[in-house]
């Protein structure tokens, strides 16, 4: 079992930056597969990035690629998403989400065990 708690969302202008943080509870954070994925209003929630097959192996969706970096601290059971250069379009809740390194990997929300409960980003224009 692994417990998400998401932070750091907010409002920022477009060009801005923030950093979104989710800590872990429960055993073997390291061995989990991290994520972060998006909802938009009356949209469908959508894959942003993980760590695939290993803590080197990273990635990202289309729409956030070179402006999004996700990283982790197994020291801290902490996982990041640092993005940069802010659009309007990146305005969601943003959720964390785990899943074992043994299973299959997919950017499919189906994939993904364990989630957060989602912070709040909103871009101004």
């Known amino acids: 079992q692994v417990q998400l708690v998401e932070s750091g969302g907010g409002l920022v202008q477009a060009g801005g930056s923030l950093r979104l943080s989710c800590a872990a509870s429960?055993?073997?954070?390291?061995?989990?597969?991290l994520a972060w994925f998006r909802q938009a209003p009356g949209k469908e929630r959508e894959f942003v990035a993980c760590?695939?097959?290993?803590?080197?192996?990273?990635n990202y969706a289309d729409s956030v690629k070179g402006r999004f970096t996700i990283s982790r601290d197994n020291a801290k059971n902490t996982v990041y998403l640092q993005m940069n250069s802010l659009k309007p379009e990146d305005t969601a809740v943003y959720y964390c989400?785990?899943?074992?390194?043994?299973?299959?990997?997919?950017?499919?929300?189906?994939?993904?065990?364990?989630w957060g409960q989602g912070t709040q980003v909103t871009v101004s224009s």
């Open positions: 989400a785990a899943d074992p390194y043994g299973a299959p990997w997919s950017t499919s929300t189906y994939q993904w065990d364990y």
């Open positions: 429960g055993r073997s954070f390291s061995s989990y597969r």
């Open positions: 760590f695939k097959w290993s803590d080197r192996d990273t």
